[in-house]
């Protein structure tokens, strides 16, 4: 059942910290992690020295604007240690990207990594409502990537009870959903769409179900896709986001404001920029997220490009939180598609969809190249209860999504309806892009 507005905060005096003492300890640890970096990190440091700077250089959380970006490839490239700013005796875990972009990437992490991970997903969870009160379902997947652990870590420390399912095995997640009355679940929001779909389906109401509220993550979803999720199982469905190279999961995470996710500033920067000019972008203005660690001492990361793009929000938020606000990520810039010259990112065309009833959250993204010229093909599920056999009627919805596309996203795209479980379902991240182009991008 869906709760009552309260704000349950974890850590006040980091999470409403004073904006000003916040900078300042932000330009304390920034420092502390250039220096870090500069004296254990040889990659980093011929970096730094290429452009002049030096760790003395930063005196202030402003400074930050002079040192050198990092990206997805510097990993890639100093695969599997080159990284690494603690020998390897102080780590205790090694965790990798799910690898949705290319060849996989490690991180590295001592005890003391862990433990700022482990408190940045409490914080998430105690926003959702979470505590020692709960049964937390998790159904991300547990392994190299940071979702199951990070998750488990998190539910842990708030004292709930960890239910680690892991992803995959919809009937058996379900079984345990009602018979354990679990009362959070977390995984990605594609999973939770899927689950929430075959409950209904298999007769289950909400209110057979315990379920007050989930953390969905790791992948774009949009606020109708909420909407589907929150109508389904009379819960409150809220926003979880991290990457690997940052540390996992909880790097920023939704209040019950429901209108943007607060960053844990006390130990990242977040920072807008324009992607291609690399300068920074005000406030409320789209463009790419790049972090700095402030508190990491495995794998430190300075200015690292996410390549996800959303805008950040400074300011009191109705929740007490001072942390900046990140709004829903609307896509990666390596899954932007480029047709005919208009970008376009797939949470677009899902927002579009899910304004049709007759369609349902399941589609995909097919793109050819036909005679020189970029095509668009958007195959999407008619819901179930829509008449497949009445040609007609699957013409006329066909034109009416094929219109608002074009008006909204300003492309042509051909709309081709499928039946209900047509298109295949995702246990973990949901891949909805098949590009036939085989140029890149
Ligand atoms: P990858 O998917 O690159 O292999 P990760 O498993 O570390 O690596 O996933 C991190 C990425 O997942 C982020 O950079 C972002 O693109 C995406 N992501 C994570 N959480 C969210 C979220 N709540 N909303 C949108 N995208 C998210
Ligand atoms: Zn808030």
Request: glycine letters at 8%; charged letters at 25%; aromatic letters at 6%.
């Amino acid at each position: 059942m869906r709760q009552k507005k309260i704000h349950y905060i974890y850590n006040r005096e980091m999470e409403c910290m004073d904006f000003e003492e916040r900078r300042e300890l932000q330009g304390k640890r920034l420092r502390e992690t250039v220096e870090l970096e500069y004296n254990n990190v040889p990659a980093y440091r011929k970096r730094m020295d290429k452009a002049g700077v030096k760790p003395e250089d930063i005196k202030t959380i402003d400074d930050i604007v002079k040192l050198p970006f990092m990206q997805k490839t510097d990993l890639r490239d100093n695969f599997p240690y080159g990284l690494f700013a603690a020998p390897l005796k102080d780590m205790v875990r090694i965790q990798g990207s799910s690898g949705t972009t290319g060849k996989p990437i490690v991180t590295g992490y001592t005890k003391h990594d862990v433990d700022v991970w482990t408190e940045m997903v409490a914080r998430a969870i105690t926003a959702a409502g979470g505590g020692k009160d709960d049964i937390i379902q998790i159904a991300y997947g547990y392994g190299l990537f940071t979702g199951g652990l990070g998750a488990h870590q998190g539910a842990t420390k708030v004292g709930a009870i960890v239910l680690p399912m892991s992803s995959g095995n919809t009937q058996r997640q379900i079984t345990m959903l009602k018979e354990l009355g679990s009362t959070m679940l977390c995984c990605t929001p594609s999973y939770a769409t899927y689950l929430a779909e075959t409950i209904r389906e298999m007769g289950i109401k909400p209110e057979e179900l315990k379920l007050k509220s989930g953390c969905f993550g790791a992948e774009p979803w949009t606020e109708e896709m909420r909407q589907h999720l929150e109508e389904l199982l009379d819960f409150d469905a809220m926003d979880i986001y991290g990457l690997t190279e940052i540390g996992g999961p909880g790097v920023a995470f939704e209040c019950m404001e429901k209108n943007g996710m607060h960053i844990n500033e006390d130990h990242v920067i977040a920072e807008i920029i324009d992607p291609v000019t690399g300068e920074a972008l005000p406030d409320d203005t789209p463009g790419e997220l790049v972090f700095t660690t402030l508190t990491k001492t495995g794998t430190p990361m300075i200015r690292y490009r996410t390549h996800d793009i959303c805008t950040l929000h400074h300011g009191t938020c109705a929740c007490g939180r001072t942390t900046v606000k990140m709004s829903r990520i609307t896509g990666r810039t390596d899954d932007m598609l480029v047709i005919r010259g208009v970008n376009v990112f797939p949470s677009q065309i899902e927002g579009v969809l899910l304004g049709f009833e007759d369609v349902s959250a399941h589609y995909m993204l097919v793109v050819d190249r036909v005679n020189s010229q970029d095509k668009l093909t958007i195959r999407v599920e008619v819901s179930e209860d829509f008449e497949f056999n009445d040609t007609k009627a699957l013409e006329t919805l066909a034109a009416e999504i094929k219109a608002q596309i074009k008006q909204t996203l300003l492309i042509s795209a051909r709309v081709e309806l499928v039946p209900p479980k047509t298109i295949p379902r995702s246990e973990g991240k949901a891949k909805r892009i098949i590009d036939n182009r085989g140029t890149g991008f």
